[in-house]
């Protein structure tokens, strides 16, 4: 009998957004557990009685509508507060949205750091902020996140919940509640845990649940940001995202999760009240060098929150088509899955470095093209 959403959608089809085990009324009949390929995705235990509430929750199950409306509401922003835009993946808008929330005694859920992994949680003061700040490019395990805002809303609080497209569709499958307001990203995709771990284990010799990255550390600019990798949030590199062996293989979508090249969730309209991005391509009238995001208000829920935030923020309204022609990944993106087979063939039998070297090599600019041709006459003349 088929009768569990995982047994009807198959491995390749699930994202991973937990949405199964919120939904399941039997304790522990459904575990996450990380595959071989480095995603987290649900197993049925010998507690599944196979009642089938399980569908209720997938996401994938659902019928998506799909139709881009050319009255989007598009803005290019940024926040008023520096810190917070360099504390930021792009905007900072996030961080104004949390701040209203926590300032009003809401409730906010994210993505941190934990052990070496992503997970989301639940914060309440603005203190913790800054462990949600920044995106994470790795899976965030939601566990029971989405049990966790029902209770919350039961209590009389005020919800604000940011994830993924799928982590959205899936809390939006569960849950329909006038206190809660759901923010999605634009999403390239999440890379797999396998990958980042191997490179992690071949590359620094410290304990992986100590190392943290920073993705986005803007130093040296928003566009051209460096990641930061930590130990016990000591700095042990930090390397230019175009330079990073283990970022090529995630920009060039060597090893994402199965769903995330056909993503269902990269729709208009969004399912959740408020996506956020970056604004990549942005004209330079509307940009901030340090960071700027591109909003869609996608509700009128989204766009109450949006105005109540809004004399904190630098607005400026923008055509969609502006903003789809450098973000993609806002609506019907299909990734490119080329190297993905053979990546996964090669995983167990090569380093990280030669799997970068076959599968994701940097591309042969004139300058390295010279470097090579002098390496090689340096070693003949030898
Ligand atoms: C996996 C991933 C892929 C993305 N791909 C794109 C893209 O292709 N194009 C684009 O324009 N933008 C993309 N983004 C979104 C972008 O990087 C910023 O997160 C967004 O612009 C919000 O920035 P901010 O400055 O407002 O706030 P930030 O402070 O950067 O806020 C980040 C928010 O994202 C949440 N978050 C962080 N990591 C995760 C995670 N792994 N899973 C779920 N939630 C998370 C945090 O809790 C926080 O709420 C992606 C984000 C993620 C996590």
Redesign the pocket.
Known sequence: MNNSAIEVIGYDKCTGCYGCLNSCPVESAIEFKKTDEGFYKPFLTEKCVQCGVCKKGCPVLKKVNNNLKEDLEVYSC??KDEE??K????????????KEYLDNDGI?????WQEGE?V?CAITELEELKD?????????KIETSYLEVKKYLSAGKKVLF???PC?IAALNTILNHRNLIT?D???????SYSAYEKYIRENFNYNIKDITVD??NKDIGWENYNLTFKNKDKIIIKNNHRKDIWFRGFLTDTYLNKPCYNCKFRTLPRFADIT?????GVPVEVKNPA?T???TINSKKGKELFNKISSNLEVKKVEWEIALK?????YNYKMNDSRREGFYKDFQKLSFKKLHKKHFPFPVTKISFIRRVLGYLKRKVM
């Open positions: 940024w926040s917070i835009v504390n930021s993946s792009s905007g900072g808008i996030f961080s104004e949205l949390a906010v859920f994210g993505a941190k992503i989301h949600l700040q920044k995106s994470k490019y790795l899976q965030s940011v994830g993924t982590q923010v990203l634009i999403c390239h995709g999440i890379p993705f986005r956020l991005g970056d604004f990549w960071g995001s591109v909003v450098g973000n993609p990944c806002l």
